[in-house]
């Protein structure tokens, strides 16, 4: 599977590193009413990740088919045959 523009390097950092903080507020403050808050932290750069992944591939998709239409737009080369 090809990695795409959105799931760089940075991108696993992040993940990383907000799961990285997630455990460690999990073992320092133990599971109470602050984890519920850790959790959601968590849950948000996951999401906001999802859809910058979903942003790129409707991107490409867009500019595929923009470059379809630029292709059919595009004048045709005239055949040796016709002389207009």
Not at 10 to 22: A, E, K, N, P, R
Not at 34 to 40: F, Q, S, W
């Amino acid at each position: 599977m090809a990695a795409s523009k959105s799931s760089g390097p940075w991108t696993v950092t992040i993940i990383v590193l907000t799961f990285g903080l997630f455990a460690a507020a999990l073992f320092f403050n133990g599971f109470t009413h602050d984890v519920l808050l850790e959790a959601g932290v968590f849950l948000v750069s996951v999401k906001l990740i999802l859809m910058a992944k979903e942003n790129s591939a409707t991107e490409a998709r867009i500019e595929k088919q923009l470059d379809e239409i630029k292709e059919m737009l595009a004048p045709k080369e005239l055949s040796p045959k016709t002389n207009f």
